[in-house]
């Protein structure tokens, strides 16, 4: 019999603190860096996003995620056998994430890492999650997106600062006889980590090089279009489906011109894909999980939905995974 790996229950974390537009043009004004909100939204679909406070860390996020997902999934946390991570913004240098969710969470002995493909992160970490439950190696894994893009930002940067925010977003993936995950698909072209990074490293007690994010905002805009297409023609191709058997697109959320762009191409009517850009700006790899979540609890994704989940981000990297949820 196949084994496949299947959602078996989602979870999300916003912390409490929410900055609309306005909220924004009010903060960068005294240093000068004008704003407005007809701007953000005409030229990303972006009203608002979510900053953590001083203290909070990318585990305590991910750690009321894994919870939801576990009460959802109705999985206690010993059951558990593997947790992966997706963040670009740990904790700490090391141990990895993945380890202090594992103590935060109360299990011990199971497998834990971070992937980092940045806002392709959760889609590399289901992947690999995927390979190892159907190998046989795992049967119970959470898999997480978890970012505090608030502290990379450079507010005297207007082109970058509106754009992003905090959260997580997680599930449980558990071993099952029928679908589940029905094809993955991932890539990374190198030749662009100029086009979105942040350049700092520690080095001897000291930051070297900017700690700030940096993008190319257009560059990063005309590969996203290309390559979204691409990987979910690739997946729907793997699976021995058409764009017509999906019932719910869920791109990374990063500018809503680039997620209508896609649907375009794919000949996906708009209202299939799940947004929530709007409410929580770009979360890099939380953004997938949480929009995912957020569809669940608010009804419009259910169970025997196919998805397309989609993501493309720093290094540069893209992939996608179908999936009847
Ligand atoms: O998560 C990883 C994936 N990331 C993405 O997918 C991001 C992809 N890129 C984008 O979403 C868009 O390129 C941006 C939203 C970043 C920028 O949109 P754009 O339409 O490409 O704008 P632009 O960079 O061409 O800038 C147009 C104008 C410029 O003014 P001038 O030179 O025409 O006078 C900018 O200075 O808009 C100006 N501008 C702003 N104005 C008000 C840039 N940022 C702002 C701002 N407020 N925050």
Redesign the pocket.
């Known amino acids: 019999m196949t084994r496949y790996a299947r959602i078996t229950g989602t979870g999300s974390s916003l912390p409490p603190q929410r900055l609309t537009n306005a909220d924004m043009v009010e903060l960068l004004a005294p240093r000068g860096v004008?704003?407005?909100d007809d701007?953000?939204v005409e030229?990303?679909g972006i009203r608002a996003r979510h900053f953590v406070a001083d203290g909070v860390y990318a585990s305590d996020l991910a750690v009321e995620a894994c919870q939801q997902a576990l009460s959802a999934a109705q999985v206690a946390p010993d059951d558990i056998d593997l947790i992966i991570v997706a963040t670009s913004t740990p904790d700490m240098v090391f141990p990895s994430t993945a380890t202090i969710v594992q103590r935060k969470l109360g299990i011990a002995g199971c497998p834990a890492f971070d992937v980092q493909a940045?806002?392709t992160g959760f889609i590399y970490a289901l992947t690999v999650a995927d390979s190892l439950i159907r190998s046989g190696t795992s049967r119970k894994a959470l898999v997480v997106g978890t970012e505090i893009f608030s502290r990379l930002l450079d507010f005297n940067d207007?082109?970058?600062?509106?754009?992003f925010g905090d959260g997580a977003g997680a599930v449980v993936l558990e071993a099952s006889d029928t679908p589940g995950i029905l094809a993955t698909d991932i890539h990374a072209d190198g030749k662009h980590t100029g086009i979105?990074c942040v350049p700092g490293h520690v080095s001897g007690g000291q930051i070297l090089g900017d700690p700030l994010l940096k993008?190319d905002?257009?560059a990063?805009?005309k590969l996203?279009v290309g390559v979204l297409e691409d990987t979910a023609r690739a997946t729907l191709t793997k699976a021995g489906k058409t764009t017509e058997d999906i019932d719910w697109l869920i791109p990374?959320q990063?500018?809503i011109?680039?997620m209508h762009s896609t649907a375009r191409k794919l000949k996906l009517p708009l209202d299939k894909v799940v947004v929530t850009v709007d409410q929580h700006g770009?979360t890099?790899a939380a953004s997938i999980p949480l929009a995912l979540d957020h569809a669940v609890r608010q009804g419009q994704v259910k169970k025997g939905d196919t998805l397309m989940l989609e993501g493309?981000?720093?290094g540069f990297t893209w992939g996608s995974v179908l999936l009847d949820f």
């Open positions: 004008e704003t407005s701007w953000i030229r990303t940045v806002c207007r082109t970058t600062c509106v754009l979105l993008m905002g257009q990063v805009f996203a990374h990063a500018n011109r680039i770009n890099s493309v981000g720093g």
